[in-house]
């Protein structure tokens, strides 16, 4: 799983550049030079593994101009929030596939409207096909770094996460401790049984605020000091951590002093990859950003090469080739 230094992880592939969570958007990020593509994975009514960030997809697809879905249409409490649109487990995958994605930000991200429509939402096995057909053509192996969303939701409902996906995987060959892989999630449970399933690596994720949603009254700051993450370390392998747990910004929006939250996971054994770095002034620290206009792009491989001297093991972007060049 050897890369030369900090990974570089697509998030949701080239979501900079194209509709997130599609097949042209793992593409683009492979031709930048990921090291790994992060799908991130819900369940079908039918049981099948399919790439949305959510498993409410009105923002990502077009299923709100299909009449004959409007009836699907409904409010749910997904872990503690109350969405309401469309959701993926009232959708057979033949139903999915009538859909066709679009960019989920298109204020911030208007070029990457030119594509809406050109893909459909894509399952597991075909975004493991594009990997496997890519590692050909280009000779270099390209990891795979799925993230279970809602994993306590779906097996709640009996469409259960963790055994598609590990099974999917081991299909595919990916079943050991150095296979390029690496499944997250913000949840514990799931981890803990994917950890007696599998050998392949774990990640916790975490955020600067909240807590695990199927941890009532746990907060991932206590999961953040030296004695949670050794816990975290008898079930996992790595945290994967908001920015601003290692570097906050200032009250003026500048980058602070870093904490010691990168030290204190690898004194526990743990890797530490950071999320999400975007190109985009919307998302930059004050003293990157270019003018004004949200929109316009800042300076993103300053605040990456920030991140990178605290000595991080790899880093989410959406922006594949900065992250690419910071690195060098």
């Known amino acids: 799983m050897a890369a030369n230094g900090p990974i570089i992880i697509a998030h949701r592939g080239a979501s900079g550049e194209r509709p997130e969570h599609t097949l042209g958007s793992y593409e683009r990020a492979i031709d930048q030079g990921a090291d790994f593509i992060e799908p991130d994975l819900v369940s079908t009514k039918d049981g099948v593994l399919v790439a949305r960030h959510e498993n409410e997809i009105s923002e990502t697809t077009d299923v709100a101009a299909h009449p004959e879905f409007a009836d699907r249409k409904t409010t749910k409490t997904i872990d503690g929030q109350s969405l309401t649109g469309w959701f993926t487990e009232d959708f057979t995958l033949a139903e999915l596939k009538t859909l066709r994605a679009k960019e989920r930000l298109p204020q911030l991200r208007p070029a990457n409207t030119a594509y809406d429509g050109r893909w459909d939402v894509p399952t597991l096995e075909e975004i493991i096909a594009l ?64 950890n007696g399933m599998t050998a392949l690596p774990l990640i916790q994720l975490m955020a600067s605020v909240a807590g695990p949603p199927d941890r009532s009254g746990v907060t991932y700051a206590a999961m953040s000091t030296p004695e949670g993450l050794a816990e975290i370390a008898l079930y996992a392998d790595g945290v994967g951590l908001e920015k601003a747990m290692v570097i906050p910004r200032t009250a003026d929006g500048k980058l602070a002093a870093p904490t010691r939250i990168v030290k204190d996971a690898h004194a526990a054994g743990l890797k530490v990859h950071v999320w999400t770095f975007r190109r985009e002034n919307y998302f930059l620290p004050a003293e990157f950003k270019a003018g004004e206009n949200p929109v316009a792009v800042g300076n993103v491989g300053a605040e990456i090469r920030a991140f990178l001297a605290t000595g991080i093991d790899g880093l989410f972007s959406d922006n594949v080739a900065e992250a690419v060049a910071a690195k060098r």
Do not use: C, M, W
């Not at 779906?154 to 995987?169: C, I, Q």
């Not at 296979?179 to 994917?194: G, T």
């Open 131 to 194: 990997v496997k057909r890519r590692e050909q053509e280009t000779g270099r192996r390209i990891g795979l770094y799925p993230e279970t969303k809602h994993p306590s939701h779906f097996r709640a409902l009996g469409l259960p996460l963790e055994e598609r996906l590990v099974a999917t995987l081991a299909k595919a060959g990916y079943d050991g401790a150095d296979d390029p892989v690496f499944i997250q999630s913000f949840e514990v449970d799931n981890l803990k049984r994917l």
